[in-house]
């Protein structure tokens, strides 16, 4: 056959029956909105939390870097960065740290740095630039307001730079500006020039510097590989091939979470894309599969008349096109407002970083139009082909589509009780039942899951978990200056504890001591680690994190012991430790010393009987919450940790204060409190109201996100329902008026139809039931483990409650549906079909 | 050489001892220019043949030729494409396309074969017909007589080789039938047409050059053309 040049016609007989089925395209755009919304919200939270997450943590980390070396003499910073392997490089160098006493508690770090350092380290000017005149300095707005000086160029600003050998201080202009907050690594430093650098520190020899510990004139080389894969390793090489020894750094952005990297991320977020894909595929599946059953007749006549079965097939996919189009606008705009609107809410509930960023990154909007397109031309496909596979001498004479060939029919030999009619014209379509089933199933599953999930959050669990008495003071700075930026005093002094153990109201205080030691391994960790033959092979040191416990936290230890036993008594002497598992890797926990076991810490005179094992998050409340690979933290008694501290020099510092308060006076205690700590503000104040509050906002989060996904799905598999219903009984109606005019009566045909509603319903309980129960439980279960404060506790209830409701659902729908049936005359609707 | 060749049609429907036999072994042909009816009686299977002779339906066995061509040997989209090409209808319930107006159903098959319109020809159709004032309307608009005249032009349209009726009266009143006949046979004069026309209606049939009577799915008389009777 020749090629011919009908698209036109076909594309115009498209718009003509096009704008003949408005109904059905009303059905299909709304179909299709929802679909590309909630896609598109998706990928908007997605992308959103993925670029927040990168960016935060790249920020903390300080850039973008894969890694550098640090501590270099100029010399081995000129050999390394001619490596063949890094591809990129910048360059800094020590030049000491501000001494001026508004930064005693949070120290910023002066660098001398290149332009490309400034790039790759988030560090945008918001004005002026590096600096080059010797007496110029760049610093950053929170440096700027620490210090109380306007913003602006050319600004005279007096520093101190603590070089180590000497202070020195100098008036400086400001060269340039840019914004950063307390939370970000960049915060933390100030930069001067070359001239600068050349002048002052050109005497200091960074070998010496190096080894006395202030850096000062050492360089340090942050790179780039061609890629992020083992960065560890290709910086050892480095050093390996150049024979120079330095410590490295690992960008851990770059190790840790990113959607990009890490494929189990993304199995969330395709799951729920599925899930969406699925429920919109079946309800424009079945709004197209109806209109082609429902014009059938149209279509035969088509094809009748010349319209070949590819011209019917692209009059389908016209339709689906256009109708998609036109969706498509409104799709990507509100579920883009949606995504906006949810991301910061499911940001807040993770808590991992603070200001969040939004991404308007247009993949958002190609991947959204793409996967709601997909839905869209799957969901044509079928219907597409059902009318083009018509045969045109049914289009004459027959009303309605054969699915699959004739079945046998069986005979029945208890005669036509209606609801055996029912349920035998249930399976009549089997497809349609599946369809109908399918999408009221998922929806239920969605709906128990996420009532399951939120009533597995339990308050008390949670409230144990981060607080012991009625208000806790936890000092932040320990643990944010811990390593490199850490100081001697603390704001949380034993004067302040005694001042707020005078608090009228206060009944009690149990204090923690913190304090963390790196210490090389000994026997029994050694032994421990070979026999696990640990890939990586046994560290130089491990961290131990040693608690000091005051007697209130020691009702906590019995729930999470191990082996051993806890006696309380014996504890307090001060002979005995206790001791947690260690992260040997991620998701796996075993413990190095077992009861009876003796440790000894460099430093502290007494070594220690290990009493019991306890779990690795053992007094979580009581800990700094982090954990060191390979580490593990120990816990003695309060007043000995202090004592053995003290004695070696580098006493233990309070990490936190559990106050118990007079029930009665427990706003008036926490006021006085809040008074009392608030000039330090490296202290954090949280009463148990505070952490119920948190809890609170999180279950609000869940329910917000979880019910408004659930009612856009249960909308989806109701209006499944309603389609398949109101055309079944439209499609049916020549099978209807046949039935009465052999003496059925009206009200058995309505009975018969609310018996098939039920059936159904009967159906979707039976799925739900069973296997909805299992993937409720499986899955609940799974988001269940994976947060503190859950308690997995199985829910019947969305169960039994859900099927009288669909019951009452079915009943109306079947009745208002065949309402308007049961006017029109029976010889109009036998005569119609002729 | 016959427009229109038929060599032992059968149509089976069901198995065994349930078969219905519409078409039992059925031949004949069909010259150029002839206006044939077929009749017989309700579920005689003088339907059935009208489908098989227009490619609606697939015969259980036999061979349809058209114009030299086995139609049966087609795939769906090439007798599809032959039809429109090679055979236009004419029904009872006239098969306008409801969204379409009077001329875009008259040109569809056309279209849809993105052929060119022979506009001098089509006019001539239209005025034929007597339907130039209404091209514009839908066929909703229009009476039963006025529907099946936009019915027949389309048709004609393509200039096929055959055009199948099938009960092309059965709607419509006396008067208005007859109006529509004498318009077919002088039409199927004008432009040359064959017409085979289906019909329960003795005295319908009578206008026709030929008569073919089928009963139970046979043919019972009219085979050949009997002498005399031939127009040319």
Redesign the interface.
Known sequence: ?IA???R???F??AM??L??NRLRNLAAICAIVLTTLLITSIFTMALSINQSMQYAQMKTAGSDFHGGFKYLTPEEAATLRKHPSIKLYDYSLSSGRLGNTEFKHDPVEVLQIDQVYADHSFIVFTEGGLPTGENEVALNTWILDKLGVQPELGKEITLQIDIGERMISQKFTLSGYYEADKELAMAGLAFVSKAFTDKNLSDIDPVQSRDSGSYVNTSNLSVMFSNSFHIESKLNKVLADTGITAPIGINWAYSSVSLAENAVNIIPYAAVIFIIMLSGYLLIYNIFYISVVRDVK?YG???????????LRRIIAIHARLLYLIALPFGLGFGYLIGRWVTPLTTSLSGEFKGSSLSSSPWIFAGAALFSFLTVWIAAHKPGRLAADI???EA?KFSGVQNGGVKTLRSSNHGAKLHRMAFSNLFRSQKKLSLMLSSLFLSILLFNTIFTVISSMDVNKYLSAYIHGDYMIHNKGIIQQEGERSVNDTELSEELYGQLSHIDGVKSIDKVYYSVLTVPPDDIIRASLKSSANPQGIPARVHAQLFGLDSGWYDLAEQDVLEGEFNREQFDSGDFILVTQTLTEPGAYASYYHPGDRISYPGLKQSYEVMAVLKYDAFFAATTQMYFGNGYNAFLPAAKLRQATLESGTPADILSLTLHADPDKLDETGQLLREGIRPLDALQLKSREDYREELSDNIRIFEIIGYGLNLVIALIGLLNYINSVLTGVIARRHEFAVLESIGMTKKQLKRMLVYEGLYTVLLTALLTSTIGVLLTYWIARNIAAGMAYMEFRMMWLPFILVIPVLAVLSYLITISAYRPLARSPIVERLREME | MPILRIENLKKYYGKGAQTVKALDNVSMNVEKGEFVAIVGTSGSGKSTLL?MLGG??RATEGKVYVNGHDIFQMS???L??F???SVG?V?Q?Y?L????NVL?NIV??I?????QIDQEYLNLIITSLGLQEKTRNLPAELSGGQQQRVAIA?ALA?KPSIILADEPTGNLDSKTSQEVLILLKQLSVKFDQTIVMITHNEAIAQMADRIIRIEDGRIASGLTQAPGESRL
Not at chain 1, 301 to 311: D, E, F, N, V, Y
Request: net charge positive; charged share 25%; hydrophobic share 40%.
């Open positions: 056959m011919t040049n009908n036109k016609t076909v115009n007989l003509a029956s704008r003949a149209f006549l088509l094809k009748m008349i010349g319209t070949t079965p590819r011209q045969a045109p001498v004459v | 489908h609606l339906d769906d989209e090439k599809t494409i039809r429109r090409r209808f029904f319930s098969n396309v409801p969204i379409l875009a569809l098959p279209e849809l074969d993105g052929g389309r393509t």
